[in-house]
């Protein structure tokens, strides 16, 4: 997201619709490249935020798990907002166990 990316959303414009076809062409590339297909990409997505919920409490509003292509490389990124670590998590960290 660049800069201009989050002074849009902070102020509530909607982004120019050139460049939301761009993000979507983009999202397309990225699962043809991958070769995965939206249901396999839901059951990581869950899987994700099951294992990370473990550890922390997550504003799953906020969240995203997508693909994400830049030149010929695609990534899956998570942006999982977190809210507090949770007390669990702690105490295996202070038993020394992961």
């Known amino acids: 997201m660049t800069m201009r990316d989050l002074f849009d959303r902070l102020v509530g414009r909607s982004p120019a619709s050139a460049s939301t076809a761009k993000a979507r062409l983009q999202l397309v590339l990225a699962h043809d490249r991958a070769d995965l ?6 059951q990581m997505r869950r899987e994700i935020l099951a294992v990370v919920q473990k550890y922390v409490e997550l504003d799953l509003e906020g969240g995203d798990v997508s693909l994400e292509t830049e030149e010929r490389t695609t990534a899956l990124v998570a942006n999982l907002p977190i ?6 998590a702690l105490q295996l960290l202070a038993r020394g166990e992961s």
């Open 37 to 42: 297909n939206p249901e396999l990409l839901e």
């Open 83 to 88: 809210r507090r670590v949770r007390d669990s």
